[in-house]
């Protein structure tokens, strides 16, 4: 089993993959993550190739048979993915063991907004973050939270993250939180000004290096992570 260590999905994407034989046999170019109730877990990622041939399956001038590779077949990430498998083991996303029904992918989980538990539009979910424990976190960006950062003077780069605890269920078009926008404002706000205080030394930190604001705990993640 390999840990995730800090990792955000984005920094993933676009990675080159390597197989058991030592050759490259694509990039990453998506995820695909089981949906067990409110917790997401990471199953599979998609292998593209060049610009051409996504180009090619973009317009329906080639069929999408991307080949896909399970969490547990991969031996290690650093600077590139690195497989336990060769590329004649993987499985193709148009097999039909691959996709469950409830299963989704990130491109189109990205799409879906975010909204509170009364319904109100947050934004939508920009990345996911693995943290040093394999929880998952949603890094929510746009909506409400824009408008938010520059309310407080928060930094540009300031991710806002939700703790997978906090995701109540993924709805058709809509991925809901089981907290309403006024408690996460409020948990935001107060963790930006310890933060604050803690990089003028107002108050010892225990660590200042992450500019992440985090709403709360994190609950159970990734039964996988990476390294």
């Known amino acids: 089993m390999i840990q ?8 993933i994407r676009n990675k080159d993959v390597i197989d058991s034989k030592g050759e490259k046999i694509g990039v990453v170019s998506d995820g695909i993550f089981s949906v067990t109730g409110s917790r997401l877990d990471l199953k ?7 610009r051409i041939e996504e180009l090619l399956e973009a317009i329906g001038a080639r069929p999408d048979i991307d080949p896909v590779c399970s969490v547990s077949d991969i031996d290690s990430i650093s ?3 690195y497989l336990k498998i060769d590329s004649d083991s993987l499985c193709k996303t ?7 029904k409830t299963d989704i992918k990130f491109s189109k989980l990205a799409k879906r907004k975010v909204v509170d ?5 947050l934004g939508h979910a920009i990345d996911l973050w693995f943290d040093t424990a394999s929880h998952l976190w949603l890094v929510v960006g746009g909506g409400i939270f824009d ?5 407080i003077h928060a930094a540009p780069d300031m991710d806002l993250l939700v703790p997978q605890d906090f995701i109540e269920g993924l709805g058709k078009d809509s991925l ?22 803690e990089l003028t030394g107002e108050e010892p ?12 705990a994190g609950g159970a993640g990734l039964s996988r992570g990476f390294a």
């Open 4 to 11: 995730c260590c800090n990792l955000k999905y984005s920094e």
């Open 44 to 50: 599979y990622i998609i292998l593209g190739g060049g």
């Open 79 to 81: 600077d590139k993915v």
């Open 94 to 100: 148009i097999d039909k063991e691959v996709l469950a």
């Open 117 to 121: 538990t009364d319904g109100f539009k």
């Open 147 to 151: 408008t938010f950062l520059k309310k």
């Open 176 to 197: 809901k939180l089981n907290r309403s926008k006024f408690q996460l404002e409020s948990t935001c706000e107060s963790c930006y000004e310890k933060l604050k205080r």
């Open 205 to 216: 930190g225990k660590d200042a290096r992450y500019t992440q604001i985090k709403f709360g």
